[in-house]
């Protein structure tokens, strides 16, 4: 894995893409250990065994929060749920990210799209690039299929093929189930998953925390443990 220059001049924008991936193109059933004997990516999702209310416990999009993170170079990130959609004939929970340079200008922004089915599995059905770099796409729309984000109850070993297209290929493994991270200017308890990317455009190694009732708090390089991002805040206002 390659730690140079360029790398780290694009790291905000490959961490603000990797915060909340998605999944496109039709790959094949998840490989490794798999989960749960999901079909993951899902080819054909029914709208009735979804739902828009996103209440997981490692990312609840209730209450309308909106979550602060600290990025490299003094850039910062600020996620914030932004109503409800329909993707692929499903109801799904939107959710916005604006990517600010250090001097607060607006260098990023994405809309991505989240249904949770009926056992309490996330899945992301699409994003949607407003402003900077990264790739479209939508469940249903161009072979594109909706992925896993957090299986309801993750394990240890737990894995699976999130994305996979002509331009990037991601695979996710639950890490760890009580990791201690450092977040909101403290110590927090979260779920560990590594997030390996690799495409024309991307080549990385992340690992992302999910602490229970926040949502994710902490993105690491997984090679170094450098800091990528770490939530500061999170506003239920």
């Given at each position: 894995m390659r730690h140079d220059g360029r790398r780290r001049a694009a790291a905000v924008s490959v961490v603000g893409a990797l915060l909340l991936a998605g999944c496109g193109g039709t790959p094949p059933v998840s490989p490794t250990a798999g989960v749960d004997e999901l079909t993951i990516p899902t080819p054909d999702p029914d709208p009735y065994d979804f739902t828009a209310r996103v209440d997981h416990p490692l990312f609840p999009l209730?209450?309308?929060?909106?979550?602060?993170?600290?990025?490299?170079?003094?850039?910062?990130?600020?996620?914030?749920?932004?109503?409800?959609?329909?993707?692929?004939?499903?109801?799904?929970?939107?959710?916005?990210?604006?990517?600010?340079?250090?001097?607060?200008?607006?260098?990023?922004?994405?809309?991505?799209?989240?249904?949770?089915?009926?056992?309490?599995?996330?899945?992301?059905?699409?994003?949607?690039?407003?402003?900077?770099?990264?790739?479209?796409?939508?469940?249903?729309?161009?072979?594109?299929?909706?992925?896993?984000?957090?299986?309801?109850?993750?394990?240890?070993?737990?894995?699976?093929?999130?994305?996979?297209?002509?331009?990037?290929?991601?695979?996710?493994?639950?890490?760890?189930?009580?990791?201690?991270?450092?977040?909101?200017?403290?110590?927090?308890?979260?779920v560990a998953t590594r997030d390996q990317a690799t495409g024309t455009e991307v080549d990385e190694d992340v690992v992302r925390y999910y602490a229970p009732g926040v949502g994710i708090v902490r993105v690491e390089d997984a090679v170094t443990g450098e800091p990528l991002l770490e939530l500061t805040e999170v506003d239920r206002s």
């Open positions: 209730v209450d309308d929060p909106t979550w602060t993170y600290e990025g490299p170079q003094g850039s910062s990130v600020e996620l914030s749920v932004d109503g409800t959609d329909l993707v692929d004939g499903v109801e799904v929970t939107t959710v916005r990210r604006v990517l600010l340079d250090r001097r607060g200008r607006t260098v990023g922004e994405r809309r991505s799209s989240f249904a949770q089915d009926n056992d309490g599995n996330v899945w992301s059905f699409g994003r949607e690039v407003l402003e900077g770099d990264g790739e479209s796409w939508e469940a249903g729309t161009d072979g594109a299929e909706a992925g896993l984000l957090l299986p309801a109850t993750p394990r240890v070993g737990d894995a699976w093929l999130q994305q996979e297209s002509s331009a990037l290929t991601t695979t996710v493994e639950v890490l760890e189930l009580d990791a201690r991270v450092p977040a909101l200017g403290g110590q927090v308890e979260a």
